[in-house]
């Protein structure tokens, strides 16, 4: 339970980190929050030749709103300044709503929302946050930046289209659009532990109460958060009823891809998704003041 | 053997510098460096708390830090809680007096972190219900106690600390 032995590096400006992965490579690690790499490098499940520390870069540290309400959130920003920051709580509620859900205190004192996004675990919540909200993330070498939306940034379980020369270094989160509900909701045996299963809703209506659109986001229901589309696609045009809400948690249910295990059965998890997408459904259009 | 990086830090108001190799990890490098052994080791991978200290004031996994990170930080250690060494020598906090009188420990391997996170918690949260407690107490795992009587203790502890004149770290 010791990590294998590896070269560190404790850079203070961003462009040595662009340096060192652009020389290093996949061989160089990125250490943010380490709560999910130093858990693997204790178990020797990863041993990296070199880490990466990037808790001296304090430029990638901000929550900022800009002029058009887009929320620009740095990577090193750590989980719990999201979920104690006013600016989160008032501009993108559901992530301020989510972060408790998120493992125990102890863990949110160092995890970054950079560092989740880039480990890309199925279970985790921010990814699942991030795609709901139509996010969009910023990806930085040496050769420049591109941005990523949050739909094609995870392409696997754990992978995400970041490239090995790149660093993730900022979160863009549109602002919610009028008459617009959400809600999180999340399953798990102990407090702070991976969810079974879990979703976001985003809700948006129109001045009449038709669903303009909506997105259902699922964590630990595949190799990504599964966005269920043909699902959602069920609202749009509608005025939404708790039949309406029904057919589409059941749809939702086959949509999405759960993997049973010795705790929780296929069906099980297919029947909890079904349970909790009611709910989520029901709090989201709750929240909208037509 | 891997190249050794100096480390400077305050822990328990007192400052250390050692010389570590990059993976010693920080609750290793408490234990064993500084010979703190008051911080508890249990599965190294963040679930059980026992390793829990305060970085910067705040309650952190110290098994998933490594030393070198620490360097230029200050730290705060269970052996920081009491005023061991000052003039109310002897004295606990308020809080291992409440685990003291409510039994609030049989085996008392998980209760350092329990102690660290709750001084922090207190602060923040001088009145809570016994369902606050508990929630706070999610990222802790006692296999003794069955918990109830560590929620009576820091019930008690938060009564205590109301009217404590401590000074108290963290």
């Known amino acids: 339970m010791k990590p294998a032995p590896f070269e560190y590096v404790v850079p203070d400006s961003l462009t040595e980190v662009l340096e060192l992965v652009a020389k290093h490579g996949e061989d160089a690690k990125l250490l943010a929050g380490g709560q999910s790499i130093v858990p693997a490098m204790n178990f020797r499940l990863t041993q990296p030749s070199l880490i990466v520390d990037l808790n001296r870069l304090d430029e990638l540290n901000f929550i900022n709103e800009g002029s058009n309400g887009v929320l620009k959130i740095g990577a090193m920003t750590r989980q719990r300044q999201l979920e104690r920051d006013p600016v989160i709580k008032a501009k993108a509620p559901l992530l301020h709503e989510t972060m408790p859900y998120i493992a125990h205190e102890q863990i949110r004192n160092r995890g970054t929302l950079g560092g989740s996004i880039a480990h890309a675990d199925p279970a985790s919540e921010i990814p699942v946050i991030i795609t709901a909200l139509g996010g969009r993330i910023l990806f930085q070498s040496l050769k420049g930046q591109r941005w990523v939306a949050a739909d094609e940034c995870f392409v696997g379980i754990f992978t995400t289209d970041i490239a090995p020369d790149e660093v993730l270094i900022e979160v863009e989160i549109p602002p919610l659009p009028d008459r617009t509900g959400w809600a999180f909701t999340e399953f798990a045996r102990r407090r702070g532990d991976y969810a079974l299963i879990g979703l976001a809703v985003v809700m948006t209506l129109d001045e009449e109460g038709v669903c303009l659109a909506t997105k259902v986001v699922y964590l630990n229901a595949g190799d990504l958060p599964v966005n269920a589309e043909a699902a959602s696609s069920l609202l749009v045009g509608e005025r939404p009823t708790d039949k309406l809400f029904e057919a589409v948690a059941e749809e939702a249910q086959m949509e999405i891809n759960p993997t049973g295990d010795i705790h929780a059965t296929e069906p099980y998890l297919r029947h909890l998704a079904k349970v909790l997408t009611i709910r989520a459904l029901n709090r989201a259009y709750e929240r909208i003041a037509v | ?170």
């Open chain 2, 1 to 170: 053997m891997n190249e050794l990086f100096e480390v400077n830090l305050i822990v328990n108001r007192k400052s250390y510098s050692r010389r570590v190799e990059p993976r010693l990890l920080l609750s290793d490098f408490l234990r064993h460096d500084l010979d703190l052994t008051g911080t508890h080791v249990g599965c190294e991978h963040g679930v059980c708390g026992a390793c829990t200290i305060l970085f910067d004031g705040l309650p952190i996994r110290s098994c998933l830090m490594f030393a070198v990170q620490a360097d230029g930080h200050e730290l705060t250690t269970v052996e920081g809680l009491s005023s061991f060494g000052s003039e109310r020598n002897g004295e606990l906090h308020p809080i291992q007096q409440a685990f003291w009188e409510k039994h609030g420990l049989q085996c008392g391997f998980c209760t350092a972190g329990i102690l660290m996170t709750m001084s922090v918690y207190l602060k923040e949260n001088p009145k809570p219900s016994e369902h606050d407690v508990r929630e706070a107490l999610s990222g802790h795992l006692c296999r003794c106690t069955g918990y109830q009587h560590i929620v009576d203790a820091v019930l008690l502890a938060a009564e205590k600390m109301q009217v404590s004149t401590m000074d108290i770290p963290g």
